[in-house]
Structure formats: C-alpha cells, structure tokens
C-alpha cells in the first residue's frame, strides 16, 4: 500500500512525561508510510492509547469504547494498551514502558494494518491476530555506535544512515551505558579498546541482561587475531569487523544480523 495514510491517536490516563516522548516517537513517523498524531477536539480518533496501570483511566476507557449504534463507522475504534508488564494474551495488544520508538511504531503499525482492513464492526485489538506487517511498513532499526575515535563514529554512522538505520554514538564505556539505560537498540557496535571500561566488558554486561541478550553486537577492532576472537567469542560477541570496515563487509554484516533486503 503506497499511499501515505494518517491515523488520529487519544490518549487516556498517559502522563505528560509520556505524551512528550510520544510526540517525538510521532513526529518520526513523517517520514513512514503510516504517520500518527495526536487527535484534536473534534477530530475523529482511530487509535486509543490507555494506561492499564491506572484504574481511573481503564474506568474511562471503558466508558469511551463505541457503542453498537456506532458499529457503521468507516474506521473503527482500536485500543492499545500502556504498560510496564506483559498483559494477558486475552488483553488487548500493549506497548511496553518505558517507550522504545521502533516498538511504539511497530505496535501502531499493526493498528493501522486492521484499520485499513477491518470492516465496519468495532474491535478491540487482541480479539482478532494482527495484520502481517507489509515490507512498507517495517518499523525504524535503531544502533549504538561505541568507539573513541571520531572518525570511525562517524564513517559507522554514515553507513548506517544509508541503510536507513537511526544511530546513537558514545566514546566510552560509561557513555554507553547511560545510553543503553534510557533505550533499547536493534543492533550495537563495539570498540575493542576503550578509555575505562573496554568493548569486552561491555558486551559481556549486554549479553548477561535477558532483555538484551539477543541484540546482535558486532566487535570493532584495528586487529583480528585469534585471541581477540576467542576474547570476543566469550563475551558473547556476534562477529568481527575490522577498521576500518570495507562497505561491502558492513552492509553484509548489518543485513545479516538486522534481517535487511
């Protein structure tokens, strides 16, 4: 589906710090085939976001849900639910806090996948499986580039921009984990030889979380010898790419790893 189409989102019981980082998760999807904002008075809503921890807030959700009379409207009312915990399979589908952009915008997208398709019966999401995500719709791959050289940062993440990768740097270890404590990233380059902590630690303190531990890290290093590999190898790195990379070497890597076309 090629055309660019816009989907109205009300939020209930989402505190302001929240809706702030909604905003800027929203204004990212301008340049998507699915573009979110949020709805104004009046406007008509497509997409609920509703703060399932918050009692005050499902009482209202409840009492906002179309009634049958409204059945007949050309875009039905669907409900994503806001939460720290996994929900219930029966529950409707939720995005998980704190808000990561390439999970807010893959969840909406499978919003908008029922939307489009959905007949004029409302529905509540959960009750039905999810659209398949189409190639367009592909949610935003997000990378954390850590090296103490400023030219390597910015040769990785002028590649990484080709491939339509969003990128975050750091020049240290410290660096790196105060990014890596605010967000989630889909795949993550590491210096071997950093100031304080080193790219082996580092990667062994990724692949130690269980939430992270499947995050492709790929080991950046000026030398490839066997006992790098086998220093890499137990802390749990994925591959190796030596700098400075050749295009063809990282690209291969990336798509690999990221599942790219």
């Not at 179309?66 to 007949?72: F, H, V």
Request: hydrophobic letters at 40%.
């Amino acid at each position: 589906m090629s055309d660019k189409k816009s989907f109205k989102v009300a939020l209930i019981g989402i505190p302001e710090n929240e809706r702030s980082v909604l905003r800027n998760i929203f204004k990212l999807s301008l340049y998507r085939p699915h573009t979110y904002s949020f709805a104004a008075a009046g406007e008509p809503i497509q997409i609920l976001m509703a703060d399932a921890e918050n009692p005050e807030a499902m009482a209202e959700w409840r009492s906002f849900k179309l009634p049958e009379a409204d059945a007949s409207s050309s875009a039905p009312l669907l409900t994503v639910m806001v939460t720290r915990d996994q929900l219930p399979n029966q529950q409707p589908y939720s995005i998980r806090r704190p808000f990561v952009a390439t999970r807010v915008l893959a969840v909406l997208d499978q919003v908008a996948g029922q939307i489009i398709t959905a007949s004029t019966q409302e529905r509540v999401i959960g009750a039905e499986k999810p659209v398949a995500a189409t190639p367009a719709d592909t949610p935003l791959f997000t990378a954390l580039v850590v090296d103490d050289s400023i030219t390597i940062r910015k040769q990785v993440e002028l590649e990484l921009k080709l491939l339509g990768i969003r990128t975050d740097t750091a020049e240290s270890g410290e660096g790196a984990f105060e990014l890596l404590a605010q967000k989630d990233y889909d795949i993550i380059f590491l210096d071997v030889v950093l100031p304080g902590v080193d790219g082996y630690q580092i990667c062994k303190t990724i692949k130690k979380d269980k939430a992270r531990k499947k995050t492709p890290v790929i080991m950046l290093t000026s030398k490839s010898s066997p006992f790098d590999r086998v220093r890499g190898a137990l802390a749990g790195c994925d591959t190796y790419l030596t700098k400075p990379a050749k295009q063809n070497s990282f690209q291969k890597a990336v798509k690999k790893y990221l599942k790219l076309s």
